[in-house]
Nanobody, 113 residues
């Protein structure tokens, strides 16, 4: 069982920045990532990163968001710049360990226009 603890969400004005963090309780992780779910919508990929730092981004965040990982701390970060109102959502951390995927409880990001 892998537990994920997210932090860093909040309220920010459009054009501003936020940094999300997610700490995992286990080292047996191959990939970590961030997904988001806006009200009334499905949960969508934001970005993922492997323990070898291979990254994947949704087109909507490329050039604005940066995902990084600290394998010594089992922690993944999401630096979000140039935030837009459409980035408002609950952001969920994920971690893949073997054939299982674990999820955090989510952290709310609200971007005011």
């Amino acid at each position: 069982q892998v537990q994920l603890v997210e932090s860093g969400g909040g309220l920010v004005q459009a054009g501003g920045s936020l940094r999300l963090s997610c700490a995992a309780s286990s080292r047996s992780i191959s990939t970590m990532g961030w997904y988001r779910q806006a009200p009334g919508k499905q949960r969508d990929l934001v970005a993922t990163i492997t323990t070898s730092s291979r990254t994947n981004y949704a087109d909507s965040v490329k050039g604005r968001f940066t995902i990084s990982i600290d394998t010594a701390k089992n922690t993944v970060y999401l630096q979000m710049n140039s935030l837009k109102s459409e980035d408002t959502a609950v952001y969920y951390c994920s971690a893949a360990a073997g054939s299982l995927t674990y999820w955090g409880r989510g952290t709310l990001v609200t971007v005011s226009s």
